[in-house]
């Protein structure tokens, strides 16, 4: 298989949009690689992982073509992950040739309420719950449950545990476990560290590549929801420890806010044995 990243920041870009700190500002001037767009990857050109809304300058700065395109995993329905951009694959918004196949969008209820205003010949929609496999296209599609989208208010009912204590989500995140062939990736975007579920699920089975989320970058954050650099070292022992990586699993660091970004050589000085996203980075496994 073969993973590339579209675009590789949180929901505000890098630079963020109308932000002044010290990494922006040396984002602007620096350019490159320390430039990203929001969060979005690919695989071999075929599976589409979440949409957001630099989707389209992705598909014209990396050459892709998502007319064809039968198949998007939506990890959550936050803008960044899932843009309705997606719904102007129907008439009216773009001329489809019969050949067209529907495009089906996987993902939570909440995403499926999205979609269903425009469900359709060319677009559609099926649910995926946590832990159970299902295949599509060439794929064996295994969602897991995400520490994420943790809500305290009104109309809050999914829960999740994490850290032995139970937390309540607006809306059921997932991440992604995707086999082919006897390879294997973990997509785990966005989520704080794995639940005991998560874990159970994943124990002994020597996963290929991990891309693990990396929003809070180099800061201490105590909030629910996503991880950094020194919870990216501890989730890594642990995966080690269970069995679900070895000494030829692949780590990938990923989905970085500007807020704790530095610049890519002291992310790998902190994350030592990770690979470090950056926008069109594609890695083979």
């Not at 806010?257 to 083979?284: K, Q």
Request: with cysteine; proline share 4%.
């Amino acid at each position: 298989m073969k993973l590339q990243y579209l675009g590789t920041a949180a929901a505000e870009g890098a630079p963020a949009l109308f932000c002044t700190c010290d990494f922006c500002r040396y984002a602007r001037v620096k350019g490159g690689h320390e430039v990203r767009t929001r969060s979005g990857s690919m695989i071999d050109g075929r599976l589409k992982l979440d949409f957001g809304p630099d989707s389209y300058k992705q598909m014209l700065d990396y050459g892709l073509d998502y007319t064809y395109m039968k198949s998007v995993l939506v990890t959550h329905s936050h803008d960044d992950h899932f843009s309705h951009d997606i719904f102007y694959r129907r008439p009216g918004f773009a001329q489809l040739n019969d050949d067209v196949p529907q495009m089906t969008i996987y993902g939570n209820e909440a995403v499926g309420r999205e979609v269903a205003p425009f469900e359709s010949r060319y677009i559609g929609f099926k649910r995926i719950v946590p832990f159970e496999t299902v295949q599509i296209e060439d794929y064996a599609v295994t969602a897991l449950e995400a520490v994420h989208c943790i809500s305290s208010g009104a109309g809050a009912g999914w829960p999740v545990v994490f850290e032995n204590r139970a937390y309540m989500r607006a809306e059921e995140a997932l991440f992604y476990l995707i086999e082919k062939d006897g390879k294997s990736l973990l997509y785990a975007h966005d989520t704080d560290e794995f639940t005991p579920a998560d874990m159970e699920f994943l124990a002994g089975r020597r996963i290929d590549l991990i891309s693990m989320d990396c929003t809070n970058g180099v800061l201490q954050a105590n909030y629910v929801g996503h991880m950094g650099c020194a919870d990216n070292l501890r989730m890594r022992d642990k995966l080690l420890k269970s069995g679900a990586a070895d000494m030829h699993t692949v780590f990938v660091a990923n989905h970085f806010s500007h807020n704790g970004l530095v610049p890519i050589e002291e992310l790998e000085r902190r994350l030592p044995g990770f690979i470090i996203a950056w926008d069109g980075l594609t890695v083979e496994i």
